[in-house]
């Protein structure tokens, strides 16, 4: 695991950061993910889940964003995918050149496939596009229904949301419904139900990605 | 429910702002409570749970932070408090001068009590000072027990930490013990167990509030 501990001043527009990373990722063909959602909506879990049935089929990597600690790299290193950890120092989203740098300590010319997991943060993440092909976003059923409207941003820019923590749904006053009839009035966004402890909705998830890499190509 | 959107320029910096808010507070005997945590943490259900004992003892008011909508200051109206909606128009936390303007809306010289629920954020809300006697921050079980070393600022500026959905304990991982030991490594804060179903620990945090309120006068 490469760790790095990044306080950048770039000369260059986020949004410039981010063609020159697309482009870059592009040219070696490779699809990029960026995972998203409050801290502590599972992603780092569902990843977990994910990389034994991803890897199986395609070369992949994980790049970690993180306030401060390397928990979460650690927890996916003993997956057995190449990760980079990104301590932003106090900065909860990622941005372009910090993705740029991760990425640089990959054989971009191994990878098919890179999962960026953003910094827990259901607000500013969404604001900054860093290199990627698609946005997923994760919200628990223990987080409440209300939250597409409250925080629209992430919900409006996701190609897939992940409904987890879906073992709980009865424990919870969480409506399903509503939340399908929110998200509709968004986006036209993938909606999967997962539970990391009954491993529901995992494969389905993981054909979809499968499926969006290859459509890529 | 008076509805605010805020888009300020302050000329003056938010640290001057949280002191003018604070001798303002201070100068009218209010005890201001700056409530924090990550989105679906259970916030406004907390504060729908503690009104209608507080309201027994004291006057009180509620500040609602909000990105965009009005949902929670619906909720905490529907209990019978003065409540202003605060709408950030996208900004994941409250800043000093939108607590000023709140709080003119209020007859200040009534109140004993203001509740200020921040915009849901685990990160960017702690750290603004908006004019506060102490913070308050919530962690609900689902969100797990690795929150407090991966987001410590939050956690070491809270006099008290709520720990949430204490019902839900027994369907996750969450190790509570790990939890005391990583928050006592941060601060001192007294940790109450609350969960909204059972009404678990809602009368000892109630109690303690208001002697923070008693202690001030």
Excluded at 79 to 89: D, I
Excluded at 91 to 101: I, N
Excluded at 161 to 176: P, Q, R, S
Aim: glycine fraction near 6%; charge should be negative.
């Amino acid at each position: 695991m490469s760790e790095m501990k990044i306080s950048i001043n770039m000369l260059n527009t986020n949004e410039e950061i981010h063609e020159e990373n697309k482009n870059l990722f592009d040219e070696e063909g490779i699809f990029v993910i960026n995972l998203m959602s409050s801290p502590g909506s599972g992603k780092t879990t569902i990843l977990e889940k994910l990389i034994p049935k991803l890897k199986q089929k395609l070369n992949m990597a994980v790049i970690e964003g993180d306030l401060y600690t390397t928990k979460d790299a650690q927890r996916i290193e003993s997956k057995g995918v190449p990760v980079v950890q990104v301590n932003t120092a106090g900065t909860c989203y990622l941005e372009g050149g910090m993705v740029r740098e991760a990425s640089l300590n990959f054989d971009l010319r191994e990878l098919e496939l890179i999962i960026i997991e953003n910094v827990g943060s259901i607000v500013a993440t969404a604001e900054f596009e860093i290199g990627e092909d698609i946005k997923i976003c994760v919200l628990s059923v223990t987080e409440g229904n209300d939250k597409p409207l409250k925080y629209p941003l992430m919900f409006e820019k996701s190609r897939a949301i992940i409904l987890n923590k879906i073992d709980l749904l009865t424990f919870t006053d969480f409506k399903v419904e509503e939340f399908y009839e929110d998200i509709k009035s968004l986006n036209n966004a993938k909606i999967f139900q997962t539970s990391c402890i009954t491993n529901e909705g995992i494969d389905e998830l993981s054909e979809w990605i499968l499926k969006q890499v290859k459509e890529k190509k």
